[in-house]
C-alpha cells in the first residue's frame, strides 16, 4: 500500500489530468444540462493541456534562447497549449452565447426537453 501512495505522490500531475479528463468526459456523458456540458468540456480540455505541459516538462531542462550547454526544454508543445487555450476560451464563449439564446427562446437548457420541443 505505501508503494502505490509514493507513486502516486510522485506523479500528482499526472493523477490530476486523469482525473480531470474523466471528470469531464463522465459530465459531458451523462449530464442533460447543457452548461454542465460546457462544464466538462472544460475540465476534459483543461486535463488535456496539463498533459501536455507536463510530457513536455524537463526538470533539468533551460530555455532555448539561453544557449548554454546542456539539456533544453522544448517550446514547441507549450506554445501548442497557448493556441489551445486561446481556441478553448473561444469555444467556451460561443457555446454561452448559444446557451443564453437556447434558454431565451424555449427556456430551459435540458437536452431532453429541447429533443422532445424539436420533434413536435
Request: aromatic letters at 10%; zero cysteines; a negative charge.
Amino acid at each position: 500500500m505505501s508503494d502505490l501512495v509514493v507513486v502516486f505522490s510522485s506523479r500528482v500531475a499526472y493523477v490530476a489530468y486523469v482525473l480531470l479528463v474523466g471528470i469531464g468526459v463522465f459530465v459531458l456523458v451523462d449530464s442533460d444540462n447543457l452548461l454542465k456540458k460546457v462544464v466538462g468540456l472544460n475540465l476534459f480540455q483543461t486535463g488535456v493541456f496539463l498533459f501536455f505541459i507536463t510530457s513536455a516538462y524537463r526538470s533539468d531542462g533551460s530555455a532555448p534562447l539561453l544557449s548554454g550547454p546542456g539539456p533544453l526544454v522544448n517550446p514547441l508543445p507549450h506554445v501548442l497549449i497557448l493556441t489551445a487555450i486561446v481556441v478553448g476560451v473561444s469555444v467556451t464563449a460561443v457555446a454561452l452565447a448559444l446557451l443564453v439564446r437556447v434558454y431565451n427562446e424555449y427556456g430551459t437548457l435540458d437536452e431532453s426537453v429541447l429533443k422532445e420541443v424539436e420533434r413536435s
